[in-house]
């Protein structure tokens, strides 16, 4: 008997762990499981634990569906694969990698027990493509990681198992709903695979040139941007599936559209990086990746991060997308690098104060990226530039130039023209007031902003 502990692979189609479990012989019927471990599913936001119990529930009905069930019980790994090994007579148990230290811990405690009771474990990689650990420990900038993670073969999705592979069991222990005050997109594998069609078949024709329109994003929000990421993020399809669906698409077309697709491939890659950094840095989540030879002086001021988190902070493309992810749990990925820059660099706050806040309300936080991200935006990760600052203002200029984004968002902006709403920050205090006397003054003038991070991180760096 062996049994497949199902952690953030909320599926049974391209599951590498699960295949493998399945392949034995006729005696090695397999049990999935699902542990219900609430002091992991506490580090992350309620919104986006909600959507993966959601896919947990999704998942128990493909099981039915297949004759079998999962199941589930509450507690940790280690005293839960403990106990059904001895209940179910099991001789082995098989899971996938995680690269997050909490998981890579409570793993290694399952192992630990589970061979002290004569149980034989198997961890395999299935949430990346590449596995870190095939690749240098390091590399100063992605480029120089993409050419090398470019090299390796990727393989194809893996198959979902027989239904003769599993035990017959039927339990109707289920996980708890979880409230949230926001519309959360459908879970589950099918909904993943539904929403990957309908980009294959429109959106990545067009994506290296629709991806930063913000007025595109407004219109359609499902056609400029994949919006898979809640979906990789939460495990409910298998990285594998998505790239091939996209390089079939690529080796089918030529010119603008395969450079359109290429593009999507390559912003695949820098979840595959930020997970190697994860890997080889368990601290990445904590702790500065690059060298700083001086401390930064971040000022940490309270009442700005607020204004930030409240979208209240005069500049109006930040408060939009602070506003879009209060609302969606979700920021189109142009504003999502502007709001972190914003924060770490116009205001100097520490970017771990930003990418925590990030993690209590995105709906498809994935810990890896998420840190990463932050660490490059607040120019302490991997980047060919020393101190990168977005300008909100030449941004907005350049990717929302009539300000359908922002006024999505900012109803108080909603009569103000595209021209005026841009140079919001530079107009003068009754101009402003004249024309949305209910939104926010600048909390920080936009030079003097930039000016003060560029000279604390050049000072950190030791260039002053």
């Known amino acids: 008997?062996?049994?497949f502990w199902h952690r953030r692979d909320l599926r049974t189609?391209?599951?590498?762990?699960?295949?493998?479990a399945a392949s034995g012989t006729v005696t090695d019927e397999v049990i999935p499981v699902y542990v219900y471990d609430k002091e992991v599913l506490s580090t992350i936001g309620d919104r986006q634990r909600a959507f993966i119990l959601r896919g947990v529930k999704d998942l128990k009905q493909r099981y039915k569906e297949l004759g079998t069930d999962l199941l589930i019980r509450s507690g940790t790994p280690e005293e839960v694969l403990t106990e059904v090994a001895d209940e179910y007579n099991v001789d082995s148990v098989y899971y996938n990698k995680h690269y997050r230290k909490r998981r890579r811990n409570r793993a290694q405690e399952a192992?630990?027990?589970?061979d002290e009771n004569g149980v034989s474990t198997e961890s395999l990689t299935d949430l990346v493509l590449v596995g870190p650990g095939r690749l240098n420990?390091?590399?100063?900038n992605h480029s120089r990681f993409y050419d090398d993670w470019d090299d390796v073969p990727k393989e194809s999705p893996y198959p979902e198992p027989d239904a003769s592979a599993f035990v017959e069991i039927d339990t109707s222990l289920t996980v708890p709903e979880v409230e949230t005050e926001i519309d959360l997109p459908e879970a589950g594998h099918e909904a993943a695979r539904e929403r990957l069609g309908s980009f294959c078949a429109e959106g990545i024709y067009t994506y290296n040139d629709t991806r930063d329109d913000l007025s595109a994003a407004v219109e359609d929000p499902t056609s400029a941007v994949s919006r898979m990421s809640p979906y990789i993020s939460a495990g409910m399809v298998g990285i594998r599936e998505v790239w091939e669906a996209a390089t079939e698409i690529h080796r089918s077309v030529e010119g603008r559209q395969k450079k359109n697709i290429g593009k999507y491939r390559y912003e695949l890659s820098w979840r595959e990086h930020n997970y190697h950094l994860l890997y080889h840095n368990p601290s990445l989540p904590v702790e500065n990746y690059k060298h700083i030879p001086n401390e930064i002086r971040w000022r940490n001021d309270t009442e700005d991060f607020e204004a930030w988190k409240r979208g209240e902070t005069g500049y109006p493309l930040v408060d939009a997308g602070m506003r879009q992810l209060r609302q969606e749990g979700y920021i189109h990925n142009r504003p999502r690098q502007v709001v972190a820059s914003f924060l770490t660099k116009h205001l100097l706050v520490d970017w771990r104060e930003g990418a925590d806040h990030?993690?209590?309300?995105?709906?498809?936080?994935?810990?890896?990226?998420?840190?990463?991200?932050?660490?490059?935006?607040?120019?302490?990760?991997?980047?060919?530039?020393?101190v990168?600052?977005?300008?909100?203002?030449?941004?907005?200029?350049?990717?929302?130039?009539?300000?359908d984004f922002v006024k999505e968002y900012i109803p108080e902006l909603r009569e103000v023209p595209p021209e005026k709403a841009i140079e919001w920050p530079n107009l003068r205090p009754g101009e402003r007031d004249r024309l949305a006397p209910e939104y926010p003054e600048p909390i920080v003038d936009r030079n003097e902003g930039y000016e003060r991070a560029q000279r604390v991180f050049e000072e950190a760096l030791g260039k002053r």
């Open 1 to 3: 008997m062996r049994v």
């Open 13 to 20: 189609h391209d599951n590498v762990g699960l295949s493998a």
């Open 111 to 114: 192992t630990a027990s589970l």
């Open 137 to 140: 420990e390091s590399y100063e």
């Open 358 to 386: 990030f993690r209590d309300l995105l709906i498809d936080h994935d810990y890896a990226s998420n840190y990463g991200n932050w660490q490059w935006i607040a120019s302490t990760g991997t980047d060919s530039v020393d």
């Open 388 to 403: 990168r600052i977005f300008d909100p203002v030449s941004q907005m200029s350049k990717y929302d130039p009539e300000a």
